[in-house]
């Protein structure tokens, strides 16, 4: 297998749950600021939608989409479960991934894409800057919502971790790069975000 990597939070995702589970896949490293990505023969032989990452596989064949790779992986290597063992527990996982993707960290992304990233995302895509702000406000009103939620638990699905949190976890540190800090008024996120920041996938040597 081979594993397109590049800066930005999708990419690490996949890096995190690597690194959980104690995989090594050799990487490639697409250039994203030089728009390598959007370019052939990444968007020709890997990826027609110029994105990352993307993972080939033995056969030739190439996955894209972070959920997509990470289930993947999760079956191909199924120690340290992080989707689940039982149906119930893959659901749960699932809902949970979903929510916060939804509800944070896709307006968290866009939000920044049409505004301190327009220099770079406006010739790539569709740019709404007259957005921004509020896509910005629904992120947060995302993590007001989780807040409560995990009052009482100690992962964002449960009492284990779970691909659900090292995709919020990626998109939150990449927001609090990129001018939308993690408000410490929301403290179980908190919380949970400062055990997440010092597991040592997140601090690869």
């Given at each position: 297998?081979?594993?397109?990597?590049s800066?930005?939070?999708?990419?690490?995702?996949?890096?995190?749950?690597?690194?959980?589970?104690?995989?090594?896949?050799?990487?490639?490293?697409?250039?994203?600021?030089?728009?390598?990505?959007?370019?052939?023969?990444?968007n020709?032989?890997?990826?027609?939608?110029?994105?990352?990452?993307?993972?080939?596989?033995?056969?030739g064949?190439?996955?894209c989409?972070?959920t997509?790779?990470?289930?993947?992986?999760?079956?191909?290597?199924?120690e340290?479960?992080?989707?689940?063992?039982?149906?119930?527990?893959?659901?749960?996982?699932?809902?949970w991934?979903?929510?916060?993707?939804?509800?944070?960290c896709?307006?968290?992304?866009?939000?920044?894409?049409?505004?301190?990233?327009?220099?770079?995302?406006?010739?790539?895509?569709?740019c709404?800057?007259e957005?921004?702000?509020?896509?910005k406000?629904?992120?947060?009103?995302?993590i007001?919502?989780l807040?409560?939620?995990?009052?009482?638990?100690?992962?964002?699905?449960?009492?284990?971790?779970?691909?659900?949190?090292?995709?919020?976890?990626?998109?939150?540190?990449?927001?609090?790069?990129?001018?939308?800090?993690?408000?410490?008024?929301?403290?179980?996120?908190?919380?949970w975000?400062?055990?997440?920041?010092?597991?040592?996938?997140?601090?690869p040597?």
């Amino acid at each position: 297998m081979k594993f397109y990597n590049s800066i930005g939070p999708n990419p690490r995702v996949v890096t995190l749950f690597m690194a959980e589970k104690c995989i090594e896949i050799p990487q490639v490293t697409v250039d994203l600021r030089g728009g390598e990505n959007r370019r052939a023969p990444y968007n020709v032989d890997v990826n027609p939608a110029g994105q990352t990452p993307a993972l080939e596989l033995d056969d030739g064949s190439v996955l894209c989409e972070i959920t997509a790779i990470c289930e993947y992986l999760e079956e191909r290597f199924p120690e340290t479960p992080l989707i689940g063992t039982t149906a119930e527990e893959r659901a749960n996982t699932r809902m949970w991934t979903r929510r916060v993707d939804i509800k944070i960290c896709e307006p968290l992304t866009n939000g920044f894409r049409f505004a301190e990233g327009l220099p770079l995302f406006e010739t790539r895509m569709r740019c709404l800057p007259e957005a921004a702000a509020g896509l910005k406000a629904v992120a947060q009103d995302g993590i007001a919502w989780l807040d409560p939620p995990i009052a009482d638990r100690e992962f964002i699905a449960g009492d284990t971790l779970s691909l659900a949190d090292l995709v919020l976890f990626a998109f939150l540190d990449f927001g609090a790069s990129v001018g939308q800090p993690l408000d410490p008024a929301f403290t179980n996120v908190q919380r949970w975000y400062e055990r997440m920041k010092s597991r040592p996938s997140a601090n690869p040597n």
